[in-house]
């Protein structure tokens, strides 16, 4: 679920977090691997929050190299305590918003897959819950990089019409504006208390051809 989103415009994130990040630096449509915007409390920090550009799907500290995250983007959040791949990460308190337009999923109600966009009926940005972890490229050096967490949806009015017949339904975790600070400055336990599916009743969905080859960005995969 959830394999490509649109990331936050410019503005939301000079509006959320101390930096800003030119609009250029990322694609226009995030996919495993590719560079997106996360805000984050500042390191060696207590409170406050900055930007910074990682690359989406986790690598842990013990990767050998970055095709790791291409397992890693999503994080369920009834095992990701005890994953060994999140585990450092988790103890560690990295706890990360992952700005966004819109996300995606596959809508299988015609018998086959059709790509919709999940996103506020108001158009504004969101933001959801993630976990971040910095990793050291042997060329490149150090590395951010990330994971968005997902919990079970099945029944929900917008998220249980995705995803094969059968199959659990799944989705992303919308943290309200309100939340962004409690949940970067979580601990641990702290943190299963936002680990709850967040109403939706602000979103809508509707069905959104996927671009044609060469208008997404790929450099950056």
């Known amino acids: ?33 590719y560079i997106a915007p996360i805000v984050r409390v500042p390191h060696g920090e207590s409170k406050g929050r900055d930007v910074l550009l990682g690359r989406f799907g986790l690598i842990p500290p013990l990767a ?22 999140y585990l450092s990460a988790w103890k560690r308190r990295q706890f990360c918003l992952v700005p966004m ?15 919709w966009q999940i996103r506020r009926q108001d158009e504004a940005d969101f933001c959801v819950a993630g976990i971040w972890e910095q990793w050291t490229h042997p060329e490149r050096g150090s590395e951010f990089s990330f994971s968005l967490l997902t919990i079970n949806a099945d029944g929900h009015p917008i998220m249980g019409h995705f995803h094969r017949p059968g199959d659990e339904k ?20 702290m943190a299963r208390t936002f680990l709850s599916l967040a109403p939706l009743a602000e979103f809508t969905s509707f069905a959104d051809q996927k671009p044609k080859k060469g208008e997404t960005e790929s450099l950056f995969a």
């Open 1 to 33: 679920m959830c394999t490509n989103y649109r990331p936050t415009r410019s503005d939301h994130l000079q509006a959320i977090a101390d930096g800003l990040i030119a609009p250029d630096s990322y694609p226009d449509e995030t996919y495993p691997g």
């Open 64 to 85: 050998k190299d970055d095709s790791f995250g291409k397992k890693t983007y999503k994080a369920r959040t009834e095992t990701v305590a005890e994953k060994p791949s």
């Open 101 to 115: 337009q819109g996300f995606y999923e596959p809508n299988w109600e015609t018998g086959k897959a059709v790509r």
């Open 170 to 189: 799944r989705s992303l975790m919308i943290v309200p504006p309100s939340e962004y600070d409690a949940w970067l400055q979580a601990d641990t336990e």
